[in-house]
């Protein structure tokens, strides 16, 4: 029984692909078209989201493993949500090896999958990142562009470092992540991802709108799906 359900979630997970195409090409879209419009260099926020997220691949090359033995390594957000879901996980073993296929908290619970990916589900260095950046123009002020590009820099900078953090979890192979399949977890990682970035954008941004933003989501995702559709009975003929 096993075996089967692991094949439906492959299976799921992969029909789910194109709605994964759709959700990174509408929130550009939206990144594209928010803030106070392009500055007089004609810079968009998406581009300084993506300026954010080349500044933490080179943060990588060279301070990676420095960053992951600070407090913004994958323990401390762990903790945070262990209290919060209250499962909280036990220590890995002496030899690094992660939680057993099916992981139990410290009192022996079977942990739900949805508080296992709950760490995975939220980019919380995100949302500090942005509640920072928000206080520090309580305190200090910004005009409208520059607390726009700032937050799409930040917003860049520390989902691009969640990124990295998943994927330094799945090299080492964390069982966590195997919970319910590697692609059926990450499709629906990156689609919940996507959904929270947005989510964000409508709260720090004055012109993006996370119910616009989601029309816009299911628009494309039918877009896909007819392309692959196409794309399929066009091989089958």
């Known amino acids: 029984m096993v075996r089967w359900a692991q094949i439906a979630r492959f299976v799921v997970g992969l029909a789910l692909v194109p709605v994964c195409v759709a959700a990174a090409i509408s929130f550009g879209e939206m990144m594209i078209n928010t803030g106070p419009g392009p500055t007089a260099k004609g810079i968009h926020a998406l581009g300084v989201l993506a300026l954010g997220a080349v500044t933490y691949v080179v943060i990588f090359v060279f301070l990676h493993k420095s960053v992951l033995r600070t407090v913004f390594g994958r ?8 209290t919060i879901t209250g499962y909280r996980l036990p220590q890995p073993a002496a030899g690094g090896e992660s939680h057993p296929d099916s992981p139990t908290d410290e009192k022996g619970r079977r942990i739900p999958l949805w508080a296992v ?10 949302a500090v990142g942005v509640l920072v950046v928000w206080l520090l123009k309580l305190l200090v002020g910004m005009s409208g562009s520059t607390y726009a590009f700032v937050q799409a820099y ?9 990124v990295f953090l998943v ?14 399949g590697y692609l059926f977890t ?3 990682l990156f689609v919940v991802n996507v959904e929270v970035l947005a989510a964000f954008s409508m709260i720090v941004f004055p012109n993006a709108d996370w119910i616009v933003f989601n029309q816009r989501f ?20």
Not at 75 to 82: G, H, N, R
Not at 117 to 126: N, Q
Not at 167 to 180: E, T, V
């Open 154 to 162: 930040v917003i860049g900078l520390t989902y691009t470092f969640h």
């Open 117 to 126: 990916l709950a760490p995975y589900l939220i980019p919380i260095y995100t």
């Open 75 to 82: 323990e401390p957000v762990q903790t945070m949500w262990s």
């Open 167 to 180: 994927a330094n979890d799945i090299r080492k192979g964390q069982r966590d992540l195997k919970a319910a």
């Open 218 to 237: 299911l628009g494309e995702a039918r877009r896909e799906y007819l392309w692959f559709w196409e794309l399929i009975t066009g091989w089958i003929r």
């Open 186 to 188: 990450l499709v629906l």
